[in-house]
């Protein structure tokens, strides 16, 4: 990890706001890429080239995003795959519209919330057989080409079933993140014979190749979704789990559906920020959107105190309310549109003290809200069509579960559910658990502005908000505003586990390149403050220019990643 110790000193050095000591402009690890036709920008350069060869063959934006993603599935396991889930939000330029699609799976309809009693649980384990959930990834896949695509699905899954079949070399970051995660799974039966070599992961550079995995690609080009939820895949996967202790069976599988979901959307100084509704934690980035509109941190600048503060305390309050109210919406009503308004946030900004940090933070009452490590890839096409999608297989390369002969792994997602009766996030049979996966799109006088998304757990809603904040506030272009050092606070309550309440006012932890005296400012007031390396995510962009519907891109340090187009 050389690359990333270098990035780590850079940001010592670049000073108050991340500024480049040479030119004192924001600092940028390379320049914007801008292409007329058509952009990608993913974790992985192979799969960005993918996604490009895809629309230069006459592949839509969303054929790409498809391609792209089962060649991640291949390339960057420790992220994503077939075994997890998918979320997706769509600009059509025919419509003129955006369109979401929410690609969560359920809980086994044959686990019950007592066998986590009879077995002395608090918690769902993160691995094995029990956090195990319907995978929507390619349920996703077929309903967003079903809708967008051009190309058939066999010509969108053939460089990752190419790749899979003649091997591929494992790049810096995903060999760091394997090797982490071979200890974790190996005990896991089919781990250690599809997914490392001779017990080990493999290094940075070995040639990785992964044939079950084509041959799976190959089932399901040739049969549709269907080879997957209801034919031999899914025997497999059934008996596989009937075998060792688990719970997902056939019929689990063939209920499945994904569903067509409406993004919802707030204004930020004059942008419209959407994401999707839950079961995903998308509108905490508009709850913290909403309560910092209120503070004018251009006047403030990047990297000062105020800026800081008034991050961690908007993203304290949002929380509270994820912890409480963010659940499977068929069995949790809740007012969105409530949660996303400006008075609410009015409210709740009353709450901040520029002077203090605040230790307890409670979410809306029901009164208040009455009616009054995954990946991210973006792609836009020459037609105008921009695609902001998100996958993952939950905790790195999942749940360790991976079925003979099928080459992924399934994801782990179940974890977290809470195992305690009366909370919106509960566990229940055939249930979406909680799901920390979201896409971002940013509108301006209904046109398409941004495609986005940062990866990474509970730092995505913090993620999407520091983004917007640099760009919108701060003025700076979109690779500079994905490499500035980054803030990612811990501790609030969660909707998970135990959902035990934040008391102590959590830990704000953050990259290099802050300034010193800001840091030390936020202690006096409060914090407690680390420097971590880590827990920051991963940053895709594309932003089309409105004039001349020119598109830039970026992709962050933090990853392998490359934006392109042509």
């Given at each position: 990890?050389?690359?990333?110790?270098?990035?780590?000193?850079?940001?010592?050095?670049?000073?108050?706001?991340?500024?480049?000591?040479?030119?004192?402009?924001?600092?940028?690890?390379?320049?914007?890429?801008?292409?007329?036709?058509?952009?990608?920008?993913?974790?992985?350069?192979?799969?960005?080239?993918?996604?490009?060869?895809?629309?230069?063959?006459?592949?839509?934006?969303?054929?790409?995003?498809?391609?792209?993603?089962?060649?991640?599935?291949?390339?960057?396991?420790?992220?994503?795959?077939?075994?997890?889930?998918?979320?997706?939000?769509?600009?059509?330029?025919?419509?003129?519209?955006?369109?979401?699609?929410?690609?969560?799976?359920?809980?086994?309809?044959?686990?019950?919330?007592?066998?986590?009693?009879?077995?002395?649980?608090?918690?769902?384990?993160?691995?094995?057989?029990?956090?195990?959930?319907?995978?929507?990834?390619?349920?996703?896949?077929?309903?967003?080409?079903?809708?967008?695509?051009?190309?058939?699905?066999?010509?969108?899954?053939?460089?990752?079933?190419?790749?899979?079949?003649?091997?591929?070399?494992?790049?810096?970051?995903?060999?760091?993140?394997?090797?982490?995660?071979?200890?974790?799974?190996?005990?896991?039966?089919?781990?250690?014979?599809?997914?490392?070599?001779?017990?080990?992961?493999?290094?940075?550079?070995?040639?990785?190749?992964?044939?079950?995995?084509?041959?799976?690609?190959?089932?399901?080009?040739?049969?549709?979704?269907?080879?997957?939820?209801?034919?031999?895949?899914?025997?497999?996967?059934?008996?596989?789990?009937?075998?060792n202790d688990g719970f997902l069976r056939y019929e689990d599988l063939a209920a499945h559906r994904g569903?067509?979901?409406?993004?919802?959307?707030?204004?930020?100084?004059?942008?419209?920020?959407?994401?999707?509704?839950?079961?995903?934690?998308?509108?905490?980035?508009?709850?913290?959107?909403?309560?910092?509109?209120?503070?004018?941190?251009?006047?403030?600048?990047?990297?000062?105190?105020?800026?800081?503060?008034?991050?961690?305390?908007?993203?304290?309050?949002?929380?509270?309310?994820?912890?409480?109210?963010?659940?499977?919406?068929?069995?949790?009503?809740?007012?969105?549109?409530?949660?996303?308004?400006?008075?609410?946030?009015?409210?709740?900004?009353?709450?901040?003290?520029?002077?203090?940090?605040l230790k307890e933070v409670q979410p809306a009452t029901p009164q208040e809200l009455e009616q009054g490590?995954?990946?991210?890839?973006?792609?836009?096409?020459?037609?105008?069509?921009?695609?902001?999608?998100?996958?993952?297989?939950?905790?790195?390369?999942?749940?360790?579960?991976?079925?003979?002969?099928?080459?992924?792994?399934?994801?782990?997602?179940?974890?977290?559910?809470?195992?305690?009766?009366?909370?919106?996030?509960?566990?229940?049979?055939?249930?979406?658990?909680?799901?920390?996966?979201?896409?971002?799109?940013?509108?301006?006088?209904?046109?398409?502005?941004?495609?986005?998304?940062?990866?990474?757990?509970?730092?995505?809603?913090?993620?999407?908000?520091?983004?917007?904040?640099?760009?919108?506030?701060?003025?700076?272009?979109?690779?500079?505003?994905?490499?500035?050092?980054?803030?990612?606070?811990?501790?609030?309550?969660?909707?998970?586990?135990?959902?035990?309440?934040?008391?102590?006012?959590?830990?704000?932890?953050?990259?290099?390149?802050?300034?010193?005296?800001?840091?030390?400012?936020?202690?006096?007031?409060?914090?407690?403050?680390?420097?971590?390396?880590?827990?920051?995510?991963?940053?895709?962009?594309?932003?089309?220019?409105?004039?001349?519907?020119?598109?830039?891109?970026?992709?962050?340090?933090?990853?392998?990643?490359?934006?392109?187009?042509?």
């Amino acid at each position: 990890m050389q690359r990333l110790l270098l990035l780590a000193l850079i940001g010592v050095a670049t000073g108050a706001s991340g500024a480049d000591r040479i030119t004192g402009a924001p600092f940028a690890t390379r320049s914007e890429v801008f292409a007329p036709h058509a952009m990608a920008a993913t974790s992985h350069p192979l799969a960005t080239q993918i996604a490009l060869q895809t629309m230069r063959d006459g592949g839509s934006a969303v054929d790409a995003a498809i391609a792209a993603n089962a060649a991640l599935g291949l390339m960057e396991p420790t992220g994503n795959g077939i075994g997890g889930d998918l979320f997706a939000i769509v600009w059509d330029p025919t419509t003129r519209k955006l369109h979401g699609y929410n690609g969560s799976g359920r809980s086994p309809k044959a686990l019950t919330m007592q066998h986590f009693r009879d077995l002395g649980l608090a918690d769902i384990p993160p691995h094995g057989p029990l956090p195990v959930s319907v995978p929507g990834a390619v349920d996703g896949w077929f309903a967003l080409h079903g809708r967008f695509g051009k190309r058939t699905m066999a010509q969108n899954l053939a460089p990752a079933i190419r790749y899979a079949r003649d091997g591929h070399p494992v790049h810096e970051t995903i060999a760091y993140y394997w090797n982490l995660s071979v200890p974790r799974l190996a005990k896991w039966p089919g781990f250690t014979e599809q997914f490392t070599i001779d017990g080990r992961a493999p290094r940075t550079g070995e040639v990785w190749k992964n044939p079950n995995l084509a041959k799976t690609l190959e089932t399901i080009a040739n049969g549709g979704r269907d080879a997957f939820y209801t034919g031999t895949i899914a025997r497999t996967i059934d008996a596989y789990f009937r075998a060792n202790d688990g719970f997902l069976r056939y019929e689990d599988l063939a209920a499945h559906r994904g569903e067509w979901v409406e993004p919802v959307s707030t204004n930020y100084r004059g942008y419209d920020v959407w994401e999707l509704p839950p079961n995903g934690q998308g509108i905490a980035a508009l709850q913290m959107l909403n309560i910092l509109e209120g503070y004018d941190l251009k006047g403030y600048g990047f990297g000062s105190v105020e800026h800081m503060h008034l991050m961690t305390e908007a993203k304290k309050l949002a929380f509270a309310d994820r912890a409480r109210w963010y659940a499977d919406p068929a069995f949790q009503d809740v007012n969105i549109g409530k949660l996303i308004s400006k008075p609410y946030a009015e409210s709740r900004r009353a709450l901040i003290s520029m002077d203090t940090a605040l230790k307890e933070v409670q979410p809306a009452t029901p009164q208040e809200l009455e009616q009054g490590d995954t990946i991210y890839l973006t792609t836009a096409d020459d037609d105008g069509m921009m695609v902001s999608l998100i996958q993952s297989n939950y905790r790195g390369m999942g749940s360790g579960m991976a079925p003979p002969g099928l080459g992924f792994i399934l994801q782990d997602r179940g974890e977290m559910f809470v195992l305690k009766d009366g909370h919106p996030n509960s566990y229940a049979p055939g249930k979406r658990p909680f799901q920390t996966i979201i896409p971002a799109f940013v509108t301006k006088d209904g046109r398409p502005w941004l495609s986005f998304g940062v990866m990474g757990g509970a730092m995505q809603p913090q993620g999407h908000v520091q983004i917007l904040v640099n760009l919108i506030d701060f003025g700076m272009n979109l690779q500079e505003a994905g490499d500035a050092p980054r803030m990612h606070h811990d501790g609030s309550t969660e909707p998970t586990g135990q959902n035990t309440a934040m008391s102590d006012g959590g830990v704000l932890e953050i990259e290099s390149g802050f300034p010193h005296d800001s840091v030390r400012a936020l202690m006096r007031r409060g914090h407690v403050v680390k420097f971590a390396d880590g827990p920051y995510g991963g940053y895709q962009a594309i932003a089309r220019d409105p004039a001349t519907g020119v598109y830039a891109g970026a992709s962050e340090s933090r990853k392998d990643g490359q934006a392109a187009g042509y």
